[in-house]
């Protein structure tokens, strides 16, 4: 059972859409498909390497109501509170029929790719 009442900052979850750019090229372009209320706790980080420089990396855990929209990991969580975006690691259904979805995230940097990552 979710407490609605911890549900307190709004998020936006964005598909990967595929378009064209003027030469023809594919490009991938991100669509919002829900705005949800959300029980949103970063999990704490760690640092890694990317391209030669330490940088942080944090997890977190996103709780939402059940929605009609099927979820996937290729979708991205976009956070106002923070203007920060996150990749959608897990996906789990919280017990009961309908109740809810458990996200595991992980923080994304402004360039898309996942904070951590080799480039």
Request: aromatic fraction near 6%.
């Amino acid at each position: 059972m979710i407490n609605p009442g911890s549900l307190d900052e709004q998020i936006t979850i964005r598909k990967p859409v595929q378009v064209q750019d003027a030469y023809g090229a594919p490009q991938t372009t991100w669509s919002e498909v829900l705005t949800a209320w959300a029980d949103f706790r970063e999990l704490g980080g760690s640092e890694v390497t990317r391209a030669g420089m330490p940088v942080a990396q944090m997890a977190g855990l996103v709780v939402i109501r059940h929605t009609p929209i099927t979820l996937d990991t290729t979708m991205r969580v976009y956070r106002p509170l923070t203007s920060t975006l996150w990749s959608i690691d897990a996906i789990s259904a919280l017990p009961g029929r309908k109740v809810g979805y458990e996200l595991r995230v992980t923080n994304v940097d402004r360039a898309g790719a996942t904070v951590g990552d080799a480039a």
